[in-house]
T-cell receptor, first 111, second 115 residues
Framework: DAGVIQSPRHEVTEMGQEVTLRCKPISGHNSLFWYRQTMMRGLELLIYFNNNVPIDDSGMPEDRFSAKMPNASFSTLKIQPSEPRDSAVYFCATSWINEAFFGQGTRLTVV | GENVEQHPSTLSVQEGDSAVIKCTYSDSASNYFPWYKQELGKRPQLIIDIRSNVGEKKDQRIAVTLNKTAKHFSLHITETQPEDSAVYFC??????????????FGKGTHLIIQP
């Protein structure tokens, strides 16, 4: 298995544009998490899914953020409209029972 | 929700010495406590974890201790080496089995090993 795959690896966009981040989990993992990492706030849990169902989205900062998991092999995190303060590294992680495996992350820069 | 505090934010030790990183958590329902290591520009990776039914776990130079009464857990690295330099994150969750609940992470400790 290639591990958790995120795309794109880097994204530079202008303020106000829509941004979509993608994640392909490890096959068989039934939990999927989206995290945001910044120097100031560390690793923040945005939302997590169990068996494709959103369980806890209390970490989603505001209505501009939305996440979907239409099937067991794909998830998206969308920001619309994007703002400079959304600049961060976004990690997707997946898990089955125990260890969470992280993707390589998407570095988002909003200018 | 869960709140995890981690200290110190930066730790500098001489090569060969020991390093200790401490974390506290707030939710008494938490029962799974992993530690992740993140090297510069890379993803966090699990190095060791502990469940609430044990008080200590060791893996070569790394050990983790857990005090459920006090709600704190610690990472101990002995005989530190240059490759131990990284950011270390503690985390906690109420792992219900059949799929981990969301991990709440501490803010991280930047460990610097001085040659």
């Amino acid at each position: 298995d290639a591990g958790v795959i995120q795309s794109p690896r880097h994204e530079v966009t202008e303020m106000g544009q829509e941004v979509t981040l993608r994640c392909k989990p490890i096959s068989g993992h039934n939990s999927l998490f989206w995290y945001r990492q910044t120097m100031m706030r560390g690793l923040e849990l945005l939302i997590y899914f169990n068996n494709n169902v959103p369980i806890d989205d209390s970490g989603m900062p505001e209505d501009r953020f939305s996440a979907k998991m239409p099937n067991a092999s794909f998830s998206t995190l969308k920001i619309q409209p994007s703002e400079p303060r959304d600049s961060a590294v976004y990690f997707c992680a997946t898990s089955w029972i125990n260890e969470a495996f992280f993707g390589q992350g998407t570095r988002l820069t909003v200018v | 929700g869960e709140n995890v505090e981690q200290h110190p934010s930066t730790l500098s030790v001489q090569e060969g010495d020991s390093a200790v990183i401490k974390c506290t958590y707030s939710d008494s329902a938490s029962n799974y406590f992993p530690w992740y290591k993140q090297e510069l520009g890379k993803r966090p990776q699990l190095i060791i974890d502990i469940r609430s039914n044990v008080g200590e776990k060791k893996d070569q130079r790394i050990a983790v201790t857990l005090n459920k009464t006090a709600k704190h857990f610690s990472l101990h690295i002995t005989e530190t080496q240059p490759e131990d330099s990284a950011v270390y994150f503690c985390a906690a969750s109420a792992n219900s089995g059949g799929g981990a609940d969301g991990l709440t992470f501490g803010k991280g400790t930047h460990l610097i090993i001085q040659p």
